[in-house]
């Protein structure tokens, strides 16, 4: 099966170009395009996509807005790829549910490795923001934490779950949480997913930034 991939890029000769680097791959399919957040939370509903990649800065509705409401309401998962570095982004991208953070200078391949990434339900940064994120921790105040639920679903956690919950808190993919609790990559993946339906979340980047919180 090919992953579905939605476009969301006011600039249509990126979207040219992107769609161009995708289907290079034989495994990416991309099943739409939109121009504004509004057309892209409209295409997300309409399309079912595995993965959009989203665009920051659009007219009208804006690539926050639409990664909030896409997130919310689909099984699909969001890759911000925008030009803008700023934490301000950044931080709003991940309380959004993003699942990863690329910038535009990101190369074909590690693009078309990174949506793959997304789609099997690892987290995606560039180093670029790594380091933000890593600053942010760091620091006294938390900016992203702001809007990620509190633990107190915790409770409702197996013991192996509370298991996966601490690796995700340590930034691990899935391939690296099988190999430390010893378990397949496919139950990693299943009780990732449960950890973050449990604790209401969108996206495993932001399971981390609970589990560094508390």
Do not use: W
Request: proline share 3%; glycine share 8%.
């Amino acid at each position: 099966m090919s992953i579905r991939v939605l476009l969301a890029d006011d600039h249509a000769a990126i979207r040219a170009g992107l769609r161009m680097i995708l289907e290079s791959d034989d495994g990416i399919e991309v099943v739409g395009e939109a121009a504004d957040g509004a057309v892209a939370i409209a295409q997300a509903r309409a399309l079912r996509p595995d993965v959009v990649l989203m665009d920051i800065r659009m007219p009208g509705v804006d690539g926050l807005v639409a990664t909030r409401a896409i997130t919310a309401e689909s099984g699909a998962r969001v890759l911000v790829l925008t030009s803008f570095e700023v934490d301000e982004y950044v931080f709003g991208s991940l309380r959004a549910g993003a699942s990863g953070y690329l910038l535009k200078t990101v190369s074909a391949d590690e693009l078309i490795r990174s949506v793959r990434a997304v789609h099997d339900g690892d987290g995606v940064l560039a180093p670029e923001v790594t380091r933000a994120v890593i600053a942010g921790f760091a620091s006294a105040s938390v900016p992203f934490a702001a809007e990620v639920p509190t633990p107190e679903g915790l409770d409702e956690l197996t013991e192996r779950e509370r298991e996966v919950f601490d690796c995700l808190g340590e930034g691990l993919s899935n391939r690296q949480i099988a190999r430390r609790l010893e378990i397949g990559e496919t139950t990693a993946k299943t009780h990732v997913a449960r950890v973050l339906r449990k604790l209401g979340l969108q996206s495993r980047i932001q399971a981390a930034i609970m589990a560094q919180g508390r």
